[in-house]
């Protein structure tokens, strides 16, 4: 039986190099990101453009491929959607990015330790350790993350954000292989986000030790500020609400998948629309209340349009929950 895992493990095989020269860290509606991602992210990305693109707002890039990883990502120039991200990072023109890992990215990383058993940095040392030592060219592990991130940093990006993905709603997609195949959704997503906070640690700082979020406290120059998108948690917080009918009145919604969902993993044009509020409340550190109802992709083709009350409540939701949550830097 090998040694246990010690902090700073994965630093002398994974530093974070990438430095940047902005004489700040602030990001305006005039700001330009890039978005590092798959399927969970292509249509709120879209339509924080189209939002953006009709407020005067900066530009919003996105490399995605369906069901794939940063790793993945950066092995592939070509992406299924938008424009290569290693050129539009060489542009210089970007000032954020915001990357997301695969749904429930722990499979078959054994031992892997119920949360409730010891202290959750205990069981993310394991999990780092183990994901680190996964295939080095196409399997999941934080050598995409840090390439990504090194790249941007090298190339004036300020500001990077991690994006938590949310597993499908019927369940694991891998019983045999997840070891929490039998916690209910909700439950289980709020794992997956104090992974993603791992991960964000990591960014930071270079090693798994806790950092605060906000921008007093980052560091002077060298290294990016990141930040969580806590998209996870707001699906959840926003299936309580449905689930217990407490929506304003005139909010059309009251089925959670049923409304919210094309599938059982991927939003449609109303729950795209709630999320894409997140990442823009996010990001740009302003209240998306007065964003426009009406949004098309990149071709022109148009999503749903939301009614007043529907744009009304996801505008507001967004916001408080991104102010209310301790890992957004608002």
């Given amino acids: 039986m090998g040694r246990e895992p010690e902090r700073g493990d994965i630093v002398s095989d994974l530093v974070i190099t990438g430095t940047n020269t902005a004489a700040h860290y602030e990001i305006t509606l005039a700001s330009n990101g890039l978005n590092i991602g798959h399927s969970l992210t292509e249509q709120?990305?879209?339509m924080m453009r189209s939002m953006l693109a009709q407020t005067g707002g900066g530009v919003a890039e996105m490399h995605v491929r369906s069901g794939t990883n940063p790793k993945n990502n950066w092995l592939n120039d070509t992406p299924g959607a938008g424009r290569p991200g290693k050129t539009v990072l060489a542009e210089g023109n970007t000032d954020y990015i915001w990357i997301t890992e695969t749904s429930a990215p722990h499979y078959n990383l054994a031992p892997w330790t119920d949360q409730g058993t010891q202290p959750w940095d205990a069981v993310n040392e394991v999990y780092l350790n183990q994901w680190d030592a996964a295939d080095p060219e196409t399997g999941q592990n934080l050598t995409g993350?840090?390439?990504?991130?090194n790249l941007?940093?090298?190339?004036?990006?300020?500001?990077?954000?991690?994006?938590?993905?949310?597993?499908?709603?019927?369940?694991?997609?891998?019983?045999?292989?997840?070891?929490?195949?039998?916690?209910?959704w909700a439950d289980r997503g709020a794992i997956e986000a104090r992974l993603m906070g791992t991960i964000r640690d990591y960014l930071q700082t270079g090693d798994h030790a806790a950092n605060n979020y906000h921008e007093a406290a980052l560091p002077a120059a060298g290294l990016l500020g990141v930040h969580m998108i806590p998209s996870s948690e707001f699906l959840i917080h926003i299936k309580s609400i449905l689930d217990a009918g407490s929506q304003p009145a005139g909010v059309s919604y009251a089925d959670f998948e049923a409304d919210l969902f094309s599938d059982t993993i991927h939003l449609n044009d109303h729950g795209a629309y709630g999320m894409a509020c997140l990442v823009y409340s996010v990001i740009y550190r302003a209240s998306p209340v007065g964003l426009p109802r009406a949004t098309a992709n990149r071709y022109g083709t148009p999503y749903t349009t939301m009614s007043v009350d529907d744009a009304a409540w996801w505008q507001s939701e967004a916001w408080a929950f991104a102010n209310n949550h301790a890992l957004t830097g608002l």
């Fill in 145 to 149: 993350w840090r390439d990504w991130v």
């Fill in 152 to 184: 941007a940093a090298a190339n004036g990006v300020t500001r990077a954000f991690v994006y938590q993905p949310w597993i499908d709603l019927t369940g694991s997609e891998d019983p045999a292989s997840d070891p929490y195949a039998a916690y209910a």
């Fill in 44 to 46: 709120p990305s879209e």
